[in-house]
């Protein structure tokens, strides 16, 4: 069973940066494709960015490419995302995802294993 945990959402000025962080059970982390998605009240859940396990390959939505980035590291079962030039329409909870595919990366539908969430609220 593979578990996912966020960590790192926390209230924030518009301009600020937040690191989210995501840590993944199980023995074969390298082999995951992973990503964040997020979701804002009243909204539907949006994908955030993506990271493939095969290539190490990343995408982004176009809300956030130049001011967030998903990094991870396979010796700590972790994935991040920095998160820089935060604005109000940030403010979402933060859903960190994991996949054993490497392909269609930004949607939902890819993804097996979910994490609970970590709160991002940014003020302006």
């Known amino acids: 069973q593979v578990q996912l945990v966020e960590s790192g959402g926390e209230l924030v000025q518009a301009g600020g940066s937040l690191r989210l962080s995501c840590v993944v059970s199980?023995?074969?982390?390298?082999?995951?494709?992973m990503a964040w998605f997020r979701q804002a009240p009243g909204k539907e859940r949006e994908f955030v960015a993506a990271i493939a396990w095969s290539t190490s390959i990343t995408v982004y939505a176009d809300s956030v490419k130049g001011r967030f980035t998903i990094s991870r590291d396979n010796a700590l079962n972790t994935v991040y995302l920095q998160m820089n030039t935060l604005k109000p329409e940030d403010t979402a909870v933060y859903y960190c995802a994991a996949s054993q595919r490497y392909y269609r990366l930004s949607y939902e539908i890819t993804y097996d294993y979910w994490g609970q969430g970590t709160q991002v609220t940014v003020s302006s």
């Open positions: 199980g023995r074969t982390f390298s082999r995951y494709s």
